[in-house]
């Protein structure tokens, strides 16, 4: 009988949770950290094996997944105090799926190279349902060796798992995706804070929306929050749109392009989380519209 593959993962958020399901689901034995106790009850439940440490960890298994906020967090989990670098084996593929600096992670290549560490940069779209189902796309960059490696993991929560280059443009292509995301979600609660505005029944006003060529995903995933105006069943939170609109307009910056949009999309996430709203729901960016919906 063949033995089952071990897989570390680290941050067992709402993705977090989704891709570890799937790959238990599909053969894995998943090896887990998070700094939240009710995270590892969690995985425990589902079959999974929590970790006390990074350290403990890292002596199980040769391919780590980690799924957290950013770059910080992740600089924590590999060189920080109780940092898994000198404690993973040589060989070793890290794969980071977080938002991230392309910079840094072309950096980080390098600096995980030098402790014969693969590095993978595969940021992931498609949100906690996607993750659920398995059917994230995935945009992989590294050394092609590695990315094979990593690739029966990535194929697990992944449906659509591309492979673009060397490290870094994984994460250029992620911020693509978030200056798109941003700048739809900023537009469908500016659209529904404006048919409020005029009285339209909003129920009816998203359904006529999402039916034609002024559909999103996002209005359609989103909107039915804002009309509730419900933003604690959190999914992704503005502080994350905040703090990725950032690296878009870091990036727009870099290569000298004006991307209007994209600023607009920032100020609208930066003005919701500035009124106290950061922890809540991204769909709460509809509420920067609210002085204009007053009559």
């Not at 063949?2 to 894995?28: C, D, E, Q, S, Y």
């Not at 449906?159 to 693509?176: D, E, N, P, S, W």
């Not at 209007?260 to 709203?277: D, E, I, V």
Request: some cysteine; overall charge neutral; hydrophobic content about 45%.
């Amino acid at each position: 009988m063949t033995a089952r593959k071990k897989v570390g993962f680290i941050g067992l958020g709402a993705m977090g949770r989704g891709a570890v399901g799937n790959l238990i689901a599909k053969g894995f034995d998943v090896v887990g950290c998070d700094v939240r106790p009710e995270a590892l009850e969690w995985l425990q439940a589902q079959g999974g094996v929590p970790a006390s440490s990074l350290a403990e960890m890292a002596g199980q298994v040769s391919v780590v997944v980690c799924l957290v906020v950013n770059s910080q967090q992740t600089e924590t989990v590999l060189f920080g105090d109780n940092g898994l670098v000198g404690k993973l084996a040589a060989g070793t593929v890290f794969i980071t799926c977080s938002t991230m600096d392309p910079g840094y992670v072309r950096a980080l290549d390098r600096r995980l190279a030098q402790h014969s560490i693969w590095l993978v940069d595969a940021p992931v779209t498609g949100g906690a349902v996607g993750a659920e189902h398995g059917q994230l796309t995935i945009m992989g960059s590294g050394k092609r060796e590695a990315f094979e490696l990593a690739r029966p993991v990535l194929e697990t929560f992944g449906t659509r798992v591309h492979y673009l280059g060397a490290a870094g443009c994984g994460a250029q292509m992620k911020i693509l995706n978030q200056l798109l995301c941003g700048v739809h979600l900023a537009a469908a609660g500016e659209a529904l804070a404006l048919a409020r505005r005029q009285g339209l029944p909003l129920d009816l006003t998203l359904e006529i929306l999402c039916s034609g060529a002024a559909g999103s995903w996002m209005l359609a995933d989103r909107g039915p929050r804002m009309i509730a105006g419900k933003f604690d069943d959190i999914t992704s939170a503005v502080d994350i749109f905040v703090k990725d609109m950032s690296l878009v307009l870091d990036a727009t910056r870099e290569s000298r392009f004006p991307a209007a949009l994209a600023h607009a999309a920032y100020l609208a996430f930066l003005g919701t989380a500035a009124r106290g709203l950061g922890a809540q729901d991204d769909s709460a960016v509809t509420t920067a519209y609210e002085v204009a919906t007053k009559s």
